[in-house]
């Protein structure tokens, strides 16, 4: 490993909010690096921003910084890929070149791990920055809730209002009824009565006794 790769500790990390956005993260998610390679990832983004003009004339400028601080060398290499879990490398599969992985991990670098191009997949983005998969995990829960809470309003809403206008029918249908119990003599009570199944009983008999 290079003068230029991590040690085991994360130097040069000073502000931890500008890398994670300005949110403060649980105690237990907070910016610290226990990985060659997430501390490599932090690094890199204070090499690139601290010193725009000297990585300036590099194509992938956060890939080239991630990669020297994990080997020592500006670019992907396949020892520098086995060295990320969950990467395999093999250059006889043909499914991606070096040169795609140093445009996908400059994107995810540059990003916090909010977007992970090919090749790299979710997870890999996830390992790299896990304050960014915790924030993203949040958020999804948040929408989850949100859409339960609207789908249950909208459900009470729409309930209601069928409640509303089942009680409206209902009281037409009654009123029909009672209207028509004037005309009826107590021998065609019974008829009348089974002309309206959906009379409830307290109400044919008020209609009755009054």
């Not at 499914?95 to 890999?124: H, K, V």
């Not at 009824?177 to 307290?202: C, G, M, Y």
Request: glycine residues 6%; positive net charge; hydrophobic residues 35%.
């Amino acid at each position: 490993m290079g003068k230029g790769a991590v040690s085991g500790v994360c130097e040069g990390v000073t502000d931890k909010a500008a890398l994670t956005g300005g949110q403060t993260l649980p105690a237990h998610l907070a910016l610290v690096c226990l990985r060659p390679e997430q501390q490599a990832a932090t690094v890199a983004i204070i090499d690139v921003e601290e010193s725009p003009r000297r990585s300036g004339f590099e194509f992938y400028p956060y890939a080239a910084a991630f990669f020297r601080r994990l080997t020592g060398r500006g670019k992907a290499s396949g020892r520098g890929l086995r060295l990320i879990p969950g990467i395999r490398w093999d250059p006889t599969e043909r499914l991606a070149t070096l040169s795609d992985y140093d445009m996908a991990f400059n994107t995810l670098i540059r990003t916090r791990g909010e977007y992970c191009p090919s090749p790299l997949s979710t997870s890999d983005g996830d390992w790299l920055f896990p304050e960014t998969a915790f924030r993203r995990r949040e958020r999804n829960k948040h929408r989850v809730r949100l859409a339960a809470h609207k789908y249950h309003s909208t459900w009470s809403r729409q309930d209601a209002r069928r409640r509303a206008q089942e009680a409206l029918q209902y009281q037409h249908y009654a009123e029909r009824a009672r209207i028509e119990l004037n005309f009826q003599s107590p021998d065609t009570f019974v008829q009348w009565h089974d002309r309206h199944p959906e009379l409830k009983e307290q109400d044919w008999l008020a209609m009755f006794w009054h």
